[in-house]
Nanobody, 119 residues
Framework: QVQLVESGGGLVQEGGSLRLSCAAS????????MGWFRQALGKEREFVAA????????SYADSLKGRFTISRDNAKNTVYLQMNRLKPEDTAVYHC????????????WGQGTQVTVSS
């Protein structure tokens, strides 16, 4: 079992930056692949970024490459999402998620943190 709690969201002006954090419970955090997803009002949830359990491999939605960076600190049971040059279209609820291996579905989800980018 993994419990996930996101933080770091808020209101930021266009062009600004935010760093989201996702704190995980459980001693086996370092065995899970982690991902960030977002859902804007009235839209479907979309993939943002993912990182393997070791932190050695990352992937991003094509549209976000170069602006967003995912990282993790297994000693702190935390995964991060650094978001730079934010745009109004980045406004959404951001969720972190965990899966037990690369081929599994994301079975654990946090409650989400709201990010609002004003123009």
């Amino acid at each position: 079992q993994v419990q996930l709690v996101e933080s770091g969201g808020g209101l930021v002006q266009e062009g600004g930056s935010l760093r989201l954090s996702c704190a995980a419970s459980g001693r086996t955090f370092n065995m899970y692949d982690m991902g960030w997803f977002r859902q804007a009002l009235g839209k479907e949830r979309e993939f943002v970024a993912a990182i393997r359990w070791s932190g050695g491999s990352t992937s991003y939605a094509d549209s976000l490459k170069g602006r967003f960076t995912i990282s993790r600190d297994n000693a702190k049971n935390t995964v991060y999402l650094q978001m730079n040059r934010l745009k109004p279209e980045d406004t959404a609820v951001y969720h972190c998620a965990a899966r037990s291996n690369y081929f599994a579905t994301y079975g654990y989800w946090g409650q989400g943190t709201q990010v609002t980018v004003s123009s």
